[in-house]
């Protein structure tokens, strides 16, 4: 539903323009302001801490001291606090493990869910309901952290990129937003092509994945989320800080207070150590931020599949 | 099977023109065709199946594809499950060299483990900290999500309520790391808000190290952090409302707050006792990561809850058996919680959450 309208005001036939109905009364002045200062407010909260952060991460020595510290207003573009995170150094080797999980843990992750998805969305099929049964108890009966510390060392995981990955590869949420989706595919267009000779596989891959783009894209980026901000896995289980990602090192720095361990400048060249830290936090929300936009459409699709559904 | 197909040149899906005598193989495969068919029809009769090994033959595919997530959940999910016993034990990680001899070696003690941790002082505390947290939120942050879907739904231009629902959904992709650390920045020592106050000559006060608040400060976060993603749910659920209730009712005279009251918050109903039934299933679990990163800034005193307390005592400590015990006792109460909760919306007449299938 809210698809259909979003779409109707895409069609723009009358856009700008008010679709009040014609039997509702006309908002109120007192409404009007109450409602358009709680919707700025709201924004505000969320993009002022952005913005306090980007910009005091581009400030200069002398802007930060007359500020006293965050920087509200720019005044110049000061790029030193990068140049000196990226040259080298623990941040730098963090954000290309943070990568890495990422990439390889989402693709991995995507692969398999679509895959048991599928397998899991024609009822009557051999095991159908057990196989069903098996992922959904997963809600309901979950190991403590304790047994899945001793399993997880106990494979040989311990300081293993991998003890980042595979514990949480598959998300059973994940999922049953994708079956709900396959199982919304009309059975004929795949029946048609079972007769044509088709094996599932390949099924799978010319017919109902290009028509699930959207949704995947939506799982891919929940997925990729995760991995990007995997904090507490690290901190069970990569002792070994050449490994840390990025998040292991924005809470070093910035929580606990260690000083950014940057090889390269040194002395009076050294930006402000706070420009630094905020440089830290900006890189590390950066991906976040610049690919949410391309996602986000999808998501009202998406979700709302999943929580009718699940 | 499927192999042999994907080579063949010309078949497959694309080609539905490929008859008896069309190609070399077409014998077989319409053979094969056939049963598919009259598999499919036998199927649409309720009550009569293909004898296994025939479904085994059609689906095995399925099966594979179904295997690889099914072992990592085995491994990763159940295994750990069954690994919970180790709260019988008296886990010694010494006792072996893989945590596997360890556990088969260490002694069993029964209920021991439990016994130690219902007279230990610190595990109430937690337990009741988790409690109030989970109450404090039930008021203060529940409704949050509600009201931010209505007054969402209220925004007639399309294009500004896309950018407002795309700023307020942006900070549930933040990790925990970093919402603390916006809030740091916010309302530390030596955050922008203490900045302001001293320049305006007022004394500031530190909130983020303040366990007095620490309840305030953690709602706070947890509404900064998810209420906006939290009303995805209830915006598609007032998507479904009947607009023609809404002219119906304001034709028969009501006004913007009773048809809030008789139409949207009816229509919001089943969806709110859903959710309500999950968070109070979830009752003892309020968060993780965000208590253990601000657990040093406050104090054990407040920040401690069950899951904090069972990664320091299970695994900082490496008193694991106790560890589990205190795991174990979570899930099994969450457990209890979830099914109260179900069977009460249920009596209730509402479709609770796993009514179907």
Same mark, same amino acid.
């Given at each position: 539903?809210?698809?259909? +309208?979003?779409?109707?005001?895409?069609?723009?036939?009358? +856009?700008?323009?008010?679709?009040?109905?014609?039997?509702?009364?006309?908002?109120?002045?007192?409404?009007?302001?109450?409602?358009?200062?709680?919707?700025?407010?709201?924004?505000?909260?969320?993009?002022?801490?952005?913005?306090?952060?980007?910009?005091?991460?581009?400030?200069?020595?002398?802007?930060?001291?007359?500020?006293?510290?965050?920087?509200?207003?720019?005044?110049?573009?000061?790029?030193?606090?990068?140049?000196?995170?990226?040259?080298?150094?623990?941040?730098?080797?963090?954000?290309?493990?943070?990568?890495?999980?990422?990439?390889?843990?989402?693709?991995?992750?995507?692969?398999?869910?679509?895959?048991?998805?599928?397998?899991?969305?024609?009822?009557?099929?051999?095991?159908?309901?057990?196989?069903?049964?098996?992922?959904?108890?997963?809600?309901?009966?979950?190991?403590?952290?304790?047994?899945?510390?001793?399993?997880?060392?106990?494979?040989?995981?311990?300081?293993?990129?991998?003890?980042?990955?595979?514990?949480?590869?598959?998300?059973?949420?994940?999922?049953?937003?994708?079956?709900?989706?396959?199982?919304?595919?009309?059975?004929?267009?795949?029946?048609?092509?079972?007769?044509?000779?088709?094996?599932?596989? +390949?099924?799978?891959?010319?017919?109902?994945?290009?028509?699930?783009?959207?949704?995947?894209?939506?799982?891919?980026?929940?997925?990729?989320?995760?991995?990007?901000?995997?904090?507490?896995?690290?901190?069970?289980?990569?002792?070994?800080?050449?490994?840390?990602?990025?998040?292991?090192?924005?809470?070093?720095?910035?929580?606990?207070?260690?000083?950014?361990?940057?090889?390269?400048?040194?002395?009076?060249?050294?930006?402000?150590?706070?420009?630094?830290?905020?440089?830290?936090?900006?890189?590390?929300?950066?991906?976040?931020?610049?690919?949410?936009?391309?996602?986000?459409?999808?998501?009202?699709?998406?979700?709302?599949?999943?929580?009718?559904?699940? | 099977?499927?192999?042999?197909?994907?080579?063949?040149?010309?078949?497959?899906?694309?080609?539905?023109?490929?008859?008896?005598?069309?190609?070399?193989?077409?014998?077989?495969?319409?053979?094969?065709?056939?049963?598919?068919?009259?598999?499919?029809?036998?199927?649409?009769?309720?009550?009569?199946?293909?004898?296994?090994?025939?479904?085994?033959?059609?689906?095995?595919?399925?099966?594979?594809?179904?295997?690889?997530?099914?072992?990592?959940?085995?491994?990763?999910?159940?295994?750990?499950?069954?690994?919970?016993?180790?709260?019988?034990?008296?886990?010694?990680?010494?006792?072996?060299?893989?945590?596997?001899?360890?556990?088969?070696?260490?002694?069993?003690?029964?209920?021991?483990?439990?016994?130690?941790?219902?007279?230990?002082?610190?595990?109430?505390?937690?337990?009741?900290?988790?409690?109030?947290?989970?109450?404090?939120?039930?008021?203060?942050?529940?409704?949050?999500?509600?009201?931010?879907?209505?007054?969402?739904?209220?925004?007639?231009?399309?294009?500004?309520?896309?950018?407002?629902?795309?700023?307020?959904?942006?900070?549930?992709?933040?990790?925990?790391?970093?919402?603390?650390?916006?809030?740091?920045?916010?309302?530390?020592?030596?955050?922008?808000?203490?900045?302001?106050?001293?320049?305006?000559?007022?004394?500031?006060?530190?909130?983020?190290?303040?366990?007095?608040?620490?309840?305030?400060?953690?709602?706070?976060?947890?509404?900064?952090?998810?209420?906006?993603?939290?009303?995805?749910?209830?915006?598609?659920?007032?998507?479904?409302?009947?607009?023609?209730?809404?002219?119906?009712?304001?034709?028969?005279?009501?006004?913007?707050?009773?048809?809030?009251?008789?139409?949207?918050?009816?229509?919001?109903?089943?969806?709110?006792?859903?959710?309500?039934?999950?968070?109070?299933?979830?009752?003892?679990?309020?968060?993780?990561?965000?208590?253990?990163?601000?657990?040093?800034?406050?104090?054990?005193?407040?920040?401690?809850?069950?899951?904090?307390?069972?990664?320091?005592?299970?695994?900082?400590?490496?008193?694991?058996? $106790?560890?589990?015990?205190?795991?174990?006792?979570?899930?099994?109460?969450?457990?209890?919680?979830?099914?109260?909760?179900?069977?009460?919306?249920?009596?209730?007449?509402? +479709?609770?959450? $796993?009514?179907?299938?």
């Amino acid at each position: 539903m809210t698809v259909t +309208r979003r779409t109707t005001a895409g069609a723009g036939a009358r +856009r700008g323009r008010s679709r009040r109905p014609a039997w509702e009364e006309p908002p109120s002045v007192v409404g009007q302001v109450a409602r358009g200062g709680l919707l700025t407010g709201v924004v505000l909260a969320v993009l002022l801490p952005l913005w306090v952060v980007v910009v005091t991460s581009l400030a200069s020595r002398e802007t930060i001291d007359e500020a006293g510290g965050l920087v509200l207003v720019p005044r110049e573009i000061d790029v030193s606090a990068y140049v000196t995170i990226f040259s080298g150094g623990q941040v730098t080797r963090a954000l290309w493990i943070s990568a890495l999980v990422t990439t390889v843990g989402t693709a991995v992750s995507v692969t398999l869910t679509v895959l048991a998805a599928y397998g899991l969305s024609r009822p009557g099929s051999v095991a159908h309901r057990g196989l069903l049964l098996y992922f959904l108890l997963t809600f309901l009966v979950y190991p403590g952290m304790v047994p899945s510390y001793l399993v997880v060392t106990g494979l040989g995981l311990k300081d293993s990129l991998w003890a980042l990955i595979l514990p949480s590869a598959i998300s059973v949420f994940n999922l049953v937003v994708l079956r709900a989706f396959f199982q919304n595919i009309p059975g004929d267009l795949l029946d048609s092509a079972r007769i044509d000779g088709a094996g599932e596989f +390949r099924i799978l891959a010319r017919i109902v994945l290009p028509l699930s783009r959207a949704v995947i894209a939506v799982v891919a980026l929940f997925y990729a989320v995760g991995y990007w901000n995997v904090w507490f896995t690290a901190l069970l289980y990569i002792d070994d800080n050449a490994r840390f990602p990025s998040q292991r090192v924005l809470q070093s720095f910035i929580l606990a207070g260690q000083s950014p361990n940057t090889s390269g400048l040194v002395g009076a060249a050294m930006p402000p150590t706070l420009a630094i830290k905020m440089a830290v936090v900006v890189v590390t929300v950066a991906p976040v931020v610049l690919v949410y936009p391309f996602v986000q459409r999808h998501f009202v699709k998406g979700v709302i599949v999943g929580a009718v559904r699940g | 099977m499927s192999t042999r197909e994907a080579v063949r040149p010309g078949g497959g899906w694309e080609t539905p023109d490929v008859g008896p005598g069309g190609a070399s193989a077409a014998g077989s495969d319409t053979r094969r065709a056939g049963r598919d068919v009259r598999a499919a029809r036998r199927r649409r009769r309720p009550g009569r199946r293909p004898p296994l090994r025939a479904r085994l033959r059609r689906d095995w595919p399925l099966l594979v594809m179904v295997a690889p997530a099914a072992a990592l959940l085995l491994v990763f999910h159940y295994v750990p499950t069954l690994g919970n016993v180790v709260a019988f034990q008296d886990y010694n990680p010494y006792a072996g060299d893989s945590p596997l001899q360890a556990f088969l070696a260490s002694p069993w003690i029964g209920f021991g483990n439990f016994e130690a941790l219902f007279s230990d002082p610190a595990f109430w505390d937690a337990f009741w900290n988790t409690l109030s947290i989970t109450a404090f939120q039930l008021v203060f942050y529940f409704p949050l999500p509600i009201a931010l879907a209505i007054v969402l739904n209220g925004i007639l231009s399309a294009r500004l309520r896309a950018f407002v629902q795309s700023v307020v959904y942006l900070p549930h992709f933040f990790s925990w790391v970093l919402v603390v650390t916006f809030f740091v920045q916010m309302f530390g020592g030596a955050g922008l808000l203490a900045q302001t106050l001293r320049d305006a000559g007022l004394q500031p006060w530190d909130i983020m190290s303040n366990p007095d608040t620490f309840v305030v400060l953690v709602t706070a976060e947890a509404v900064w952090k998810d209420a906006g993603w939290g009303a995805v749910v209830f915006l598609a659920a007032l998507s479904t409302i009947d607009p023609h209730l809404y002219e119906a009712a304001a034709v028969d005279g009501a006004g913007r707050w009773r048809r809030l009251w008789h139409v949207t918050l009816p229509g919001l109903r089943p969806v709110i006792v859903l959710l309500l039934i999950l968070r109070l299933g979830d009752a003892l679990s309020v968060g993780f990561e965000q208590f253990l990163l601000q657990r040093d800034a406050v104090g054990r005193q407040a920040a401690e809850v069950l899951d904090t307390f069972v990664y320091h005592q299970g695994i900082t400590t490496g008193n694991y058996g $106790y560890g589990a015990a205190a795991g174990l006792f979570k899930a099994v109460v969450g457990l209890v919680l979830i099914l109260a909760a179900n069977r009460i919306a249920h009596a209730l007449g509402e +479709r609770g959450v $796993y009514s179907r299938s």
